[in-house]
């Protein structure tokens, strides 16, 4: 009889237990349709635009801060306003991903340029889509003095039928100033433009009398395509009076284009004389993959 009582005793424990891990498994069904819904109200629709950002107040010490893509594309809306933002700071709080849905670059003409500090601490912009018909195409379109982008991770796909493109920043306008740390591109860039200057690259497309720093500055995978010439794994052309600097960086991937294609640098313009000369330094930096230019003339 004993020996009965404890096998029904164990019995009765063991139950418990089973009914315990049953309903601890029926909670976490019960959780993942709200973490599934959690995940993809996290992308970007293409549509929502934020009123402010997540907190700051634009200095060195309290940057504004971006959470998400609508916070992001706040940022665009206003530089795109006319509010370029010079001397401010921005910081990334998080991962963001745009959902491939079609962006509008921050800074879309020559006169509406951004030109603060964005620290993206580390997080990194995915599913960057670009579908241009006007110059400068890349998140970033046209930029002005002062520009730094660092710590920042960017994937995505630029695409293109005029000039002026890359991953990070299709134009920095003229006389102007910008400066990139740490910071990676993969993905493509393509323009299908028959000018003669296309200006494609993974970081910088065209620039024109100015001054231009990348350190820590990697492309990973990525392609870089154009029908006509200036195409550079990094930087599409140095012009008339840049200085550009490179240092500690890479590319790696295809490069194809017309002519004037690098595997680093598209092409370089001594510019318009000796007080208006173009520089470029390359310290430590190197590419590998194809480079294919399709005339020589």
Request: hydrophobic residues 40%.
């Amino acid at each position: 009889m004993s020996n009965l009582k404890s096998f029904l005793s164990k019995a009765r424990a063991m139950s418990r237990s089973t009914l315990s891990v049953v309903l601890v498994l029926c909670l976490l069904m019960m959780m993942i349709p709200t973490v599934l819904l959690v995940a993809a109200d996290d992308v970007w629709d293409g549509t929502t635009i934020a009123t402010s950002y997540a907190g700051g107040t634009g200095s060195e010490a309290d940057p504004y801060r971006i959470e998400t893509g609508a916070q992001l594309a706040y940022m665009a809306q206003q530089v795109n306003a006319g509010t370029n933002y010079g001397n401010t700071y921005f910081k990334l709080m998080n991962d963001i991903d745009l959902g491939d849905k079609y962006w509008t670059p921050i800074g879309n003409t020559s006169s509406l340029v951004f030109r603060g500090i964005l620290d993206g601490a580390g997080y990194a912009i995915t599913n960057l889509s670009v579908n241009a018909t006007a110059s400068g195409a890349g998140l970033f379109g046209h930029v002005g003095y002062g520009t730094v982008i660092k710590n920042l991770s960017l994937e995505g796909n630029i695409n293109t039928t005029a000039t002026n493109a890359a991953g990070f920043v299709g134009y920095v306008t003229a006389g102007n100033t910008l400066t990139m740390n740490n910071c990676t591109f993969t993905g493509t860039v393509t323009s299908t433009s028959t000018s003669e200057n296309a200006s494609v690259a993974a970081f910088v497309g065209y620039n024109w009398n100015s001054t231009i720093k990348l350190e820590n500055c990697v492309a990973v995978n990525t392609t870089v395509t154009a029908s006509k010439r200036a195409v550079g794994g990094l930087v599409a052309i140095a012009i008339s009076g840049t200085d550009l600097t490179i240092k500690n960086s890479s590319f790696s991937g295809a490069l194809t284009g017309e002519r004037g294609v690098g595997g680093l640098v598209g092409g370089v313009h001594y510019g318009n004389g000796s007080t208006n000369s173009t520089t470029v330094t390359i310290e430590n930096s190197y590419s590998e993959g194809s480079v294919t230019a399709t005339s020589t003339s």
